[in-house]
């Protein structure tokens, strides 16, 4: 929780679609990004700071391709 203040709007934004996405079968970066309005190359970044922060494996466990 403490991490998510500081974040910036797309990380909270790729974070809170992964969440409502991680039951469904696999989804792609480029399917975030063209959901979200954002570069292939941000939301891979975003990805690896979701990692980073330790919000990956609730968030991404796998489904993302």
Do not use: P, T, W
Request: hydrophobic share 45%; net charge negative; glycine share 8%.
């Amino acid at each position: 929780d403490s991490y998510l203040c500081e974040a910036n709007g797309s990380f909270v934004k790729v974070y809170l679609y992964s969440l409502r996405h991680s039951n469904s079968a696999n989804i792609s970066v480029k399917d975030i990004a063209s959901a979200l309005n954002l570069l292939e190359s941000d939301v891979v970044m975003l990805i690896h700071q979701v990692y980073v922060a330790g919000l990956g494996s609730a968030a991404l466990s796998g489904h993302v391709g």
